[in-house]
């Protein structure tokens, strides 16, 4: 596979005085210098509001904005581009999601809704809901980080409101059976929502293939600008939504009356965007597209063993999360040390990787830890990357065991 | 030496792994929680201080990182026997040593091991987390 590193600025910084070996993209994605370029060129020669001005700058910055939504809906397969709301990321996906839709799927309406979940969801996929009055129940999560289908079905036959699922799971790893679960749910009459904030950079995603209602991911972790992010959501759950912010571009005719709404997906993006995010995003996702994605796949996959090896190998070290289909995600804790002191030594090394409970605190208790630490891999990391990571577990293992 | 085998002294370690004082007091006269949610520590300071303000017994409870660890043990072996207002101004001080402030480091003793920790802006919380929580008791 071509070496990407060239391509990421960042990577030649130090950290701490070393070498930055950044295994922390699962938090989030180093920029790919086209995309600092795009981002910049947008601001240096093609910045103006959008929808708005008559001249050709603004009508410029609408072209880019909208070419930005098709390199969307052509990164997930999505055959309308009218079915893709830009939004401040996945986390403001699922709340949109929460507001808007939830209370439609509620049945019978009179009763609060119950999302069912699963425990290894991210608090945006738990607390959106809960904050929208549903009950929120969880799918269980094996020992080895996998879930219970049988569970799940039994729990979907009780006719949940909403199935809420995470695509890859961010402290595990995990790819979840999507397709399965969309079938299984349907089955049902369960409409499914698609946490593909973890996915997106790691696996191609096709939602026709998945057959899920709502998509939601992150341009910050697919190598683009934070503060932009997509949600796909089937045309018909679109048409039938109410929009939860109101403002500017969402509107169609507004009287102190009454008003009427913008088509969708406009009626859901109310105000001045992140215009030159959505650029940036557009310009990463076109930039994975463009990658040998199997040799990409193929590489992570590499790594991911290899550092799962390795690590193993440190005593007193357990793997967390070991399910049979995996992204390049390797989380662990160590005996005797605390996943926080492991980090800060690791940081001493120029190590970035991720401690505490990855915003997974119910998945944490249930697989009976407090904390863990965590290293994801990115298309640019590479085997010096993981000998650094494992060198450095072997010394604090010294200090602390 | 790194910045992080600085924080790690071995000082720190070793109440990391055999903590002073980490018990309960039967009947505390003072006590509070701490909780840093970063990290998930959790800490409980227990205090028994006299009529005449001196402390008589403190101890700690919880889990947490070394840094939280050793620093809530060795407080406690810092404070048993002085009193309310010295607990205040080590308070002080430990704190001005943390956060890169001209302290005098003289009274602070074997607490100035934690001055590596400041490097850390991300971990001072997990140093002061037990100091913070026997200020709280004391005011209570």
Redesign the interface.
Known sequence: MKDLRAEFPILATLS??KPLVYLDSAATAQKPQVVIDAISDFYSHGNANIHRGVYQLSERATLAWDAAREQVARFIGAPDVNEVVFVRGTTEAMNLVAHSFLPRAARPASRAPVVLVTEMEHHANIVPWQLAGATTIAIPVTDAGELDLDAAERMLAEGPSLLAVVHVSNTLGTINPIAQLCRMAHAHGVPVVVDGAQAAPHIPVNIAELGCDFYAFSSHKTFGPTGIGALWAKREHLEAMTPYQGGGDMIDLVTFERTTFAEVPRRFEAGTPHIAGAVGFGVALKWIMALDRPAVEAHEMQLMRTASEQLSAVPGLRLVGTAAQKAAVVAFTLDG?????VA??L???GVCVR???HCTQPLHKRLGL??SVRASFAPFNNHGDVEALVKGMHKVRK??A | MSATDDMYQSVIIDHDRSPRNFRHIDAPSHHAEGHNPLCGDNVQVELLVDVDGKIRDIAFQGSGCAISRASASMMTATLKGKTTAEAQELFDGFHALLTGKQVDTLPLGKLVVFKGVGEFPMRVKCATLAWHAMREALGR
Do not use: K, L, N, T
Not at chain 1, 337 to 341: E, I
């Open positions: 701490r005085g040390a605390h996943p926080h002191d800060s030594m940081d001493g090394e401690a505490g409970h407090s904390a200090v602390f």
